[in-house]
């Protein structure tokens, strides 16, 4: 059954880019819909973090479309995607944490530069965010005294605090252990659930995606692979997308003549 437009919050149309002369995205097609988690994933150099960069509106593309909330983000001016951004949230890697801010500092930061509420509205919106991923009363530890998975949450509550329609989240299980990991997992969903918000989360991490996945797109080479639910890619029959997933090494042919002309610069 064909989606009603107002469900699709991102939709990205013939999107090309190159750095260089080098191909890095190929026609890629992508349709995010309204309260979904949507996991892309890929292999290294697949281009999943370049579109990623893409939907925050950090890269230019080489051509096509990327429209965010029905709002072409590659034609708009700086003010305007400036204030789109207020609708949208974004949990970084490595938490990106203000080292010189303690957590509370840290969390209310988009609110300070963002509106113009009042410290005692700030301080309750905080304590809220914080409530809802588990550091209640941490507002006045630093960053250094946190672990990986408080630093995540942390990011996670900054992220949240303006309580925007779409939250992007790159590789949020990244250097955590198992059951750190799974908590971070349920904490997405409980933020699905709890704001209907529109999630795009990047991860290599098989069994993270397939936990809160309600649809994955995976990316090779700078192509779409698949995007389907969960039973969709695990039961695909393309090859590439099994040995990803089984974690099997893709086959190499090695052309002699072009691995010597690398080697000596003539190609």
């Known amino acids: 059954m064909k989606n009603d437009n107002k469900d699709i919050v991102i939709e990205v149309k013939d999107l090309v880019t190159h750095y260089g002369d080098r191909l890095i995205l190929d026609q890629v097609n992508l349709e995010v819909r309204k309260g979904e988690v949507m996991v892309i994933m890929g292999?290294?150099?697949?281009?999943?973090?370049?579109?990623?960069?893409?939907?925050?509106?950090?890269?230019?593309?080489?051509?096509?479309?990327?429209?965010?909330?029905?709002?072409?983000?590659?034609?708009?001016?700086?003010?305007?995607?400036?204030?789109?951004?207020?609708?949208?949230?974004?949990?970084?890697?490595?938490?990106?944490?203000?080292?010189?801010?303690?957590?509370?500092?840290?969390?209310?930061?988009?609110?300070?530069?963002?509106?113009?509420?009042?410290?005692?509205?700030?301080?309750?919106?905080?304590?809220?965010?914080?409530?809802?991923?588990?550091?209640?009363?941490?507002?006045?530890?630093?960053?250094?005294e946190l672990s990986g998975g408080m630093t995540k949450r942390v990011a996670l509550a900054r992220a949240v605090i303006m309580d925007p329609k779409l939250l992007f989240f790159d590789e949020p299980s990244a250097g955590l252990d198992p059951v750190v990991s799974a908590e971070l997992d349920e904490l997405i969903l409980k933020l699905k659930s709890a704001m209907n918000m529109s999630i795009v989360v990047v991860t290599h991490e098989l069994e993270s995606a397939f936990r809160i996945a309600d649809r994955i797109t995976m990316l090779d080479n700078g192509k779409i692979l698949i995007t389907g639910t969960v039973d969709e890619v695990r039961n695909s029959d393309n090859k590439r997308i099994q040995d990803m997933l089984n974690r099997r090494p893709s086959d190499t042919v090695i052309n002699a003549e072009e691995y010597l002309g690398r080697l000596t610069g003539e190609i």
């Open 43 to 144: 292999g290294s150099g697949s281009g999943k973090t370049t579109l990623l960069r893409h939907l925050l509106g950090l890269h230019q593309a080489t051509s096509g479309s990327i429209l965010l909330l029905g709002k072409d983000i590659t034609k708009m001016a700086a003010k305007d995607l400036y204030e789109l951004r207020r609708k949208m949230g974004v949990a970084f890697q490595g938490g990106a944490l203000f080292s010189s801010m303690n957590v509370g500092e840290n969390v209310k930061l988009p609110l300070r530069e963002h509106t113009k509420l009042d410290d005692k509205t700030m301080d309750i919106m905080c304590r809220m965010k914080l409530e809802v991923v588990n550091l209640s009363g941490f507002e006045d530890l630093m960053p250094a």
